[in-house]
Structures are given as structure tokens and as C-alpha cells.
């Protein structure tokens, strides 16, 4: 799972460069992209199946959400049934769902991307 998460940021990184795993530091400059990896199903063999959660930041000053859904458009052109290899495994991402969510903070604006990732690891 170390190789996966490392090419996944890997990959999130040539479609924006603020990536952050988890949490994104206090003076983190937005738009950014936070992900994660809550859970995960290994059958103990070849194969492995993870939720991805793929969450887009920004604070428009005008309450236009464009640059946010541009930005979420954008990781979801590159990872949707798409395959990323590292190491000795495989892993192909297929979007799940698409929220739009509400923070504490009325300034920022927030979408999160569910993918399921089937990962397959050689020999």
C-alpha cells in the first residue's frame, strides 16, 4: 500500500501541484487537493481493494466554484479508469461518487471524489 500511496501523490501532483495526504498544513495556499485512504480489503494473495477519497479546497473571493470544478474535472480526467503501477503492483481507479460539501468555514468550498481502486500486486 506505501508504493501505491506514493504513486497516487505521484500522479495527483502532475495534475495540480498543492498535494497533500490526510490533512493539508494551516497556511496551505488554496485551491488544494487533499487524499486518503480509509480503508482498504486485502484477500491476502494478488489482489487488494481500496477506497480513495479525493478532496478539492478552494476559497473563491466571489463565490464562483469554476477554478474548484476545473481543478476536480481535471483529477478525474486522470484518474478515472486509469492504471498507476509501482513497484510490484497495479492499481486501477474507477470514480464511485462525486460530493459537494459543506465546511464549518462559510468561505470555503469543498468537492471530494470516491474512487474504488483494485490493486494487484506481481508474484
Request: net charge negative; hydrophobic share 35%; proline share 4%.
Amino acid at each position: 500500500m506505501i508504493d501505491f500511496r506514493t504513486a497516487l501523490q505521484a500522479k495527483l501532483k502532475t495534475i495540480h501541484a498543492r498535494v497533500y495526504s490526510q490533512s493539508a498544513p494551516e497556511d496551505a495556499a488554496f485551491p488544494y487537493l487533499v487524499y486518503d485512504l480509509p480503508n482498504d480489503y486485502d484477500d491476502g494473495e494478488s489482489m487488494e481493494l481500496a477506497v480513495v477519497d479525493i478532496d478539492g479546497w478552494d476559497t473563491p473571493s466571489d463565490g464562483d466554484t469554476t477554478a474548484l470544478e476545473t481543478l476536480m474535472a481535471a483529477v478525474n480526467a486522470g484518474l478515472n479508469k486509469q492504471t498507476i503501477t509501482s513497484g510490484n503492483a497495479t492499481a486501477t481507479l474507477y470514480l464511485d461518487t462525486k460530493l459537494s460539501l459543506t465546511d464549518d468555514d462559510p468561505r470555503i468550498c469543498r468537492r471530494k471524489y470516491i474512487y474504488q481502486a483494485k490493486l494487484f500486486r506481481k508474484g
